[in-house]
C-alpha cells in the first residue's frame, strides 16, 4: 500500500481529499500542527523532522501554503521534497489571488463570493483567512501570503521539485498544481493531474 502525507489536515480525512487518493491503494498519514485535531504526527510545514526523509509516496496539501509568510514558503516546499520518496509526487491547492482580486477591484471585498460548509465566503476571508474561525480564537486560520498560478509554479520549480503543472479555477477561486521530485512526462504529469484535480 501506497502512503500520502495529508499536510495541514485539519478535522479532514482521506474521504476529503481527492478521488485520486480516497482509494483502498492508499494510506494516509495525517500532519498538523494543531493537536486539537489528532493528526497521526504534529508538527509544522517548515519543520517536518517527524516524518524521514523519501519516506512518503505522495503529500496533499490543501489551503495550507498560505498560511506562510511568502519567505518560509521555500523552506516548506524543500521539506515536501525532502519527504517524498524518489517517485513521489505533490497535489497542492490553495486560493487564486488573481480572481479573488478581481473580485475586490470591483469593490465586492465583503460581498459573499460562495457558500461553503462553513458559512458564506468573502474576498476577505479567501485574502486573510476565515474570520468566523479566527474570531473564535482559531489564529491558525490567518493567511500570511498568497499566489497567482504562475508565482506557484515557479514556487515549485525553485524548490527543485523537477516537473510541475497547474490549473486555475476561477469559478472557485482555487489553484490546483501537481509536482513531482524527479523529472516526468508531460503525458505522466497530467495522469496524476486527471487522478487528483477536482473540475
Same mark, same amino acid.
Given at each position: ?100 482580486? #478581481?473580485? $475586490?477591484? *470591483?469593490?465586492? @471585498?465583503?460581498?459573499? !463570493?460562495?457558500?461553503?460548509? =462553513? ?62 521530485? #524527479?523529472? $516526468?512526462? *508531460?503525458?505522466? @504529469?497530467?495522469?496524476? !493531474?486527471?487522478?487528483?484535480? =477536482?473540475?
Amino acid at each position: 500500500m501506497k502512503t500520502f502525507l495529508h499536510v495541514g489536515c485539519g478535522p479532514s480525512r482521506k474521504q476529503h481529499t481527492t478521488p485520486g487518493f480516497n482509494t483502498d491503494e492508499w494510506n494516509e498519514l495525517r500532519f498538523d500542527i494543531d493537536q486539537s485535531v489528532q493528526p497521526d504526527i504534529v508538527g509544522t510545514m517548515l519543520d517536518m523532522s517527524a516524518v524521514a526523509s523519501a519516506s512518503v509516496d505522495a503529500i496533499f496539501s490543501s489551503h495550507n501554503i498560505e498560511h506562510l509568510y511568502p519567505h518560509e514558503v521555500a523552506i516548506a516546499l524543500k521539506e515536501f521534497r525532502r519527504v517524498l520518496n524518489d517517485n513521489g509526487y505533490l497535489i497542492i491547492t490553495c486560493p487564486d489571488l488573481q480572481s479573488v482580486c #478581481q473580485l $475586490v477591484a *470591483e469593490d465586492k @471585498l465583503t460581498d459573499v !463570493a460562495y457558500d461553503s460548509p =462553513l458559512g458564506p465566503i468573502s474576498p476577505i476571508d479567501i485574502l486573510y483567512g476565515l474570520r468566523s474561525s479566527m474570531e473564535k480564537g482559531n489564529l491558525y486560520m490567518a493567511h500570511r501570503g498568497g499566489f497567482t498560478l504562475s508565482s506557484l509554479l515557479a514556487a515549485l520549480r525553485d524548490s527543485g521539485l523537477q516537473s510541475y503543472a497547474g490549473i486555475r479555477r476561477p469559478a472557485c477561486f482555487d489553484l490546483w498544481a501537481v509536482a513531482t521530485k #524527479q523529472a $516526468v512526462t *508531460e503525458q505522466e @504529469l497530467q495522469a496524476i !493531474a486527471r487522478l487528483h484535480f =477536482l473540475r
